[in-house]
């Protein structure tokens, strides 16, 4: 996959994740596709490292994605909501 691609793939996994845990993120848009393209190669590694699917089989790599990034956001909110609280 091109770097566009991932860019695209990231944006969407973000966009799902935020849906998925929704609240205030400090941040914007921008993070939020940031810590997406993260966590999709966070959670796409993991994936395979497990060996629970391998370079082909497109819809466990998604699952993952969006699992990284949901941990990824989690993580992010964690963190940054602790230093300005």
Same mark, same amino acid.
Request: proline share 4%; glycine share 22%.
């Given at each position: $996959?091109?770097?566009?691609?991932?860019? &695209? /793939?990231?944006? &969407?996994?973000?966009?799902?994740?935020? /849906?998925? $845990?929704?609240?205030?993120?400090?941040?914007? !848009?921008? @993070?939020? !596709?940031?810590?997406? !393209? @993260? #966590? +999709?190669?966070?959670?796409? /590694?993991? #994936?395979?490292?497990?060996? $629970?699917?391998?370079?082909?089989?497109? +819809?466990?790599?998604?699952? $993952?994605? &969006?699992?990284? +990034?949901?941990?990824?956001?989690? #993580?992010?909110?964690?963190? &940054?909501?602790?230093?300005? +609280?």
């Amino acid at each position: $996959m091109s770097i566009l691609g991932w860019i &695209i /793939f990231g944006a &969407i996994v973000g966009v799902i994740a935020k /849906f998925l $845990m929704p609240g205030d993120d400090p941040g914007g !848009i921008i @993070v939020t !596709i940031l810590l997406g !393209i @993260v #966590g +999709a190669l966070i959670g796409g /590694f993991i #994936g395979r490292a497990l060996g $629970m699917y391998g370079p082909e089989q497109q +819809a466990g790599g998604f699952i $993952m994605s &969006i699992l990284g +990034a949901i941990l990824v956001l989690w #993580g992010y909110r964690a963190t &940054i909501g602790r230093r300005t +609280a």
